[in-house]
C-alpha cells in the first residue's frame, strides 16, 4: 500500500490510541466489505496479529456494535452502529438523503463516488462506493489526500475565502519537511477562484498515474464543515465524460440538497464555525436521556 493510500490511523501516530484506532479502523472495514467476515479476513486486510483481532471483535460482540454467528464463525455490525450518529446533522441525513445522494450518482455515473471532508492539512475520504470497480486501484475509506494538490482537497479549500487560505498554507510551508516542495500560494488562490467560478475541480494524473477526478463541493448551508463529492475513474473517461459527470452530480444534488443550491451569500460569522460549515444544531439532552445526562448537564451549567 503507498503511503498516500494508507488509512487515517496511518498519519501522527504519537496522537493515536493504537486499541482505538484499530475499533474504529475495524467499524470502517465493514463498511467497505459490507458482508459479514471472519477473524482471519479482518487480521489479514488490516494488518493486526489474530489474537489481538478476536479480543477486539469479542469486546464489540460484548457492547452491541457486532453480532457474532456461531455457525458460520464470521462477525457483522448491529443496528447499533448507524444508530450512533442519526441525530447528528438531520438535513444530511434525513431519509438518508446523504447516502442516497451519493448511490445516486455512482449508478447514473457507473463510476467510483466518494465524499470528502478536511481533517487538519488533508482531505480524507468518509465514504467510497464502487461496486463496479470503475478505478484499476483500491482506494480504502480513510484515506488522506493533501488539500493543496488533490482534486477533493481544491473543493473543500474552495469554501474558504483567500485570507484563510493563506493562513492555512503559510504554515503549511513554514513546518514542511525540508524535501517537500513549498506550496505556491498565488498559484492555488488562482486555481481555487477557477473551482468557484466553475463550481467544480478536474484532476487528471494527479495523484495516481492513469486516473482522474471530478470534485464538487456539497452546498455549505447544508452541512456542518464542507463536504466535497467526487467521480473517480479511468483518466480517459474523466476527459471524455466531463460534461456528462458534472450534469449528474448537479441534478443529483439539486434533486436530493435542491432548498440549498442557490447563488452564494456571505453568511454571519455567528452562524459558521471553524471549518467553513454552518453551526451544528443538535437538541440539548433532556433528563430522561440516559446516564450521561447528568454529567453533560454538569460540565455545562452556569
Excluded at 62 to 73: E, I, P, W
Excluded at 140 to 148: F, I, V, Y
Excluded at 271 to 287: D, E, H, I, T, Y
Aim: proline content about 6%.
Amino acid at each position: 500500500m503507498k503511503s498516500e493510500d494508507k488509512p487515517a490511523s496511518a498519519g501522527d501516530e504519537r496522537h493515536i490510541v493504537k486499541s482505538v484506532a484499530r475499533t474504529l479502523e475495524i467499524l470502517e472495514f465493514f463498511d467497505e466489505v459490507r458482508q459479514p467476515v471472519n477473524v482471519i479476513t479482518v487480521s489479514l486486510a488490516l494488518g493486526y496479529p489474530q489474537s489481538s483481532t478476536s479480543a477486539l471483535l469479542r469486546s464489540m460482540v460484548a457492547m452491541g456494535y457486532l453480532k457474532f454467528d456461531r455457525v458460520q464463525r464470521t462477525y457483522v455490525p448491529t443496528d447499533r452502529v448507524p444508530l450512533l450518529g442519526c441525530w447528528l446533522n438531520p438535513t444530511l441525513f434525513a431519509e438518508a438523503s446523504l447516502p442516497r445522494l451519493l448511490h445516486a450518482i455512482n449508478e447514473r455515473s457507473g463510476q467510483l463516488v466518494l465524499l470528502a471532508a478536511r481533517n487538519g492539512d488533508h482531505a480524507q475520504y468518509i465514504q467510497v462506493l464502487d461496486p463496479n470497480h470503475a478505478v484499476n486501484h483500491h482506494i480504502r475509506l480513510g484515506t488522506k489526500r493533501p488539500l493543496a494538490t488533490s482534486g477533493v482537497g481544491k473543493a473543500l479549500l474552495s469554501a474558504h475565502d483567500d485570507s484563510e487560505v493563506k493562513r492555512i498554507f503559510h504554515r503549511i510551508n513554514a513546518y514542511r519537511r525540508e524535501d517537500m516542495e513549498a506550496i505556491r500560494i498565488p498559484e492555488l488562490l488562482s486555481s481555487l477562484a477557477d473551482v468557484r467560478r466553475k463550481g467544480y475541480f478536474v484532476s487528471i494524473d494527479q495523484v495516481v498515474q492513469g486516473s482522474g477526478l471530478i470534485a464538487m463541493l456539497m452546498p455549505t448551508e447544508c452541512t456542518d464543515r464542507p463536504l466535497a463529492i467526487g467521480i473517480g475513474a479511468p483518466s480517459d473517461t474523466i476527459i471524455s465524460r466531463e460534461s456528462e459527470l458534472v450534469q449528474i452530480m448537479r441534478e443529483e444534488m439539486r434533486r436530493f440538497f435542491g432548498e440549498y443550491m442557490h447563488e452564494p451569500k456571505e453568511p454571519r460569522a455567528a452562524n459558521r464555525n471553524a471549518f467553513g460549515g454552518r453551526k451544528m444544531q443538535v437538541a440539548l439532552p433532556s433528563k430522561d436521556r440516559g446516564p450521561y445526562v447528568s454529567i453533560w448537564n454538569e460540565a455545562h451549567s452556569g
